[in-house]
């Protein structure tokens, strides 16, 4: 079999594949899932999605953009390439096997985490940006789930507040 989404379906089905690793991991999940490929596909055998964006800790920096890691990781793509479904494999890819703590990364990634708000004005939103905070346009805010220890108060690493947001079972 050739097809890329018909080939993931059968390494879910069988187990082989456990986790898949998405830098976007949402979108990718839904783009698949309404692929034809996943069609009639039972949801409660899928693997474990983990989003590098969301999940992993990139450290402060000026973006998460998948593209500014690969570079800031000595990876380069082609600029025919670059931002493209191909490209986006080719760059994770690339990153992944030059981390020091992929691992460890995962093994975090794999722990459910509480979710938090960030408490900053709109004109510092680039405060919560930079320290992997995604934007929730429905709740109007900035968002990251961080361990359940978290300070709520600023710290040296986060100039800024946060509050664990309330999330339904």
Same mark, same amino acid.
């Given at each position: %079999?050739?097809?890329?989404?018909?080939?993931?379906?059968? @390494?879910?089905?069988?187990?082989? *594949?456990?986790?898949?690793?998405?830098?976007?991991?949402?979108?990718?999940?839904? +783009?698949?899932?309404?692929?034809?490929?996943?069609?009639? +596909?039972?949801?409660?055998? =899928?693997?474990?999605?983990?989003?590098?964006?969301? #999940?992993?800790?990139?450290?402060?920096?000026?973006?998460?953009?998948?593209?500014?890691?690969?570079?800031?990781? /000595?990876? @380069?793509?082609?600029?025919?390439?670059?931002?493209?479904?191909?490209?986006?494999?080719?760059?994770?890819?690339?990153?992944?096997?030059?981390?020091?703590?992929? %691992? /460890?990364?995962?093994?975090?990634?794999?722990?459910?985490?509480?979710?938090?708000?960030?408490? *900053? =004005?709109?004109?510092?939103?680039?405060?919560?940006?930079?320290? /992997? +905070?995604?934007? !929730? /346009?429905?709740?109007?805010?900035? %968002?990251?789930?961080?361990?359940?220890?978290?300070?709520? !108060?600023?710290?040296?690493?986060?100039? +800024?507040?946060? #509050?664990? *947001?309330? #999330?339904?079972?």
């Amino acid at each position: %079999e050739s097809d890329p989404l018909v080939l993931l379906r059968k @390494w879910i089905e069988t187990r082989w *594949v456990t986790a898949v690793l998405a830098h976007q991991a949402d979108f990718d999940y839904d +783009f698949v899932m309404s692929s034809h490929a996943f069609s009639g +596909f039972d949801l409660d055998k =899928p693997a474990t999605w983990i989003c590098t964006y969301k #999940e992993f800790e990139w450290g402060k920096r000026a973006s998460h953009r998948l593209a500014h890691i690969a570079v800031d990781h /000595g990876v @380069w793509l082609p600029p025919a390439i670059a931002h493209s479904a191909h490209g986006d494999v080719m760059a994770l890819c690339g990153v992944l096997t030059v981390m020091d703590d992929l %691992e /460890g990364q995962i093994q975090r990634a794999l722990v459910p985490l509480p979710l938090f708000h960030a408490i *900053v =004005p709109y004109l510092q939103k680039d405060l919560a940006k930079d320290r /992997g +905070f995604s934007w !929730n /346009g429905a709740a109007k805010r900035w %968002e990251k789930r961080l361990p359940e220890d978290t300070l709520l !108060n600023p710290t040296p690493d986060r100039p +800024f507040r946060v #509050e664990r *947001v309330k #999330e339904k079972a």
